[in-house]
């Protein structure tokens, strides 16, 4: 049986958990688009119930690029309110983002589905440019590029 995803609609919006990978090679970030977003977002996804945040960023990783990354650390925890851009729900959204070890096997193709089924693609984008593209987190723009130490508790509300 197929654990559930941690997220649920009320009458006043969604709660969602959800991990992010930090995924970096030569400068660049790994991002995800799909065909029916105006935005780029981190690889990464939603917790199932019964797992953990690091279980659940493995499996991620593995399910948007077929690689099995290693996790560095815990870098960024994240709460997010926000109207999703889309859909204009209301979203009160926790996530943790893990900074993943590098792999030396990078070469992968995005084999998933964004959650309405749309075919996700994925971009590596320069860390020093992120200003200039539409993603999400939006802290990636600024803290990516500053010397990543610690865990950073980072809350935002749109």
Same mark, same amino acid.
């Given at each position: ?5 941690? @997220?649920?609609? @009320? !009458? ?18 790994? &991002? ?7 935005? #780029?977002? !981190? ?5 199932? *119930?019964?797992? @953990? !945040? ?6 991620? /990783?593995?399910?948007? /690029? ?7 650390? *815990?870098?960024?925890?994240?709460? =997010?309110?926000? =109207?999703?851009?889309? @859909?204009?729900?209301?979203? =009160? ?6 900074? &993943?070890?590098?792999? /030396?096997? &990078?070469?992968?193709?995005?084999? !998933? ?9 994925? #971009?590596?984008?320069? $860390?020093?440019? *992120? ?16 010397? &990543? /130490?610690? $865990? ?7």
């Amino acid at each position: 049986m197929e654990e559930q995803d941690l @997220t649920f609609k @009320t !009458s006043e919006g969604i709660f969602n958990y959800r991990v992010g990978a930090i995924i970096i090679r030569d400068k660049k970030i790994l &991002m995800v688009k799909n065909d029916n977003a105006p935005y #780029y977002y !981190s690889v990464g996804g939603r917790v199932k *119930l019964n797992e @953990t !945040s690091e279980e659940a960023v493995v499996r991620e /990783t593995f399910e948007e /690029t077929g690689i099995k990354f290693q996790i560095d650390r *815990l870098v960024f925890v994240h709460e =997010h309110f926000f =109207h999703e851009e889309m @859909t204009k729900e209301r979203y =009160h959204e926790i996530a943790f983002f893990y900074l &993943m070890k590098e792999n /030396t096997n &990078m070469d992968f193709v995005c084999k !998933s589905y964004g959650g309405q089924g749309e075919k996700e693609y994925l #971009y590596w984008l320069p $860390i020093e440019d *992120l200003e200039q593209y539409h993603l999400f987190p939006e802290f990636f723009k600024i803290k990516l590029s500053g010397n &990543m /130490t610690g $865990i950073e508790h980072i809350v935002s509300k749109e």
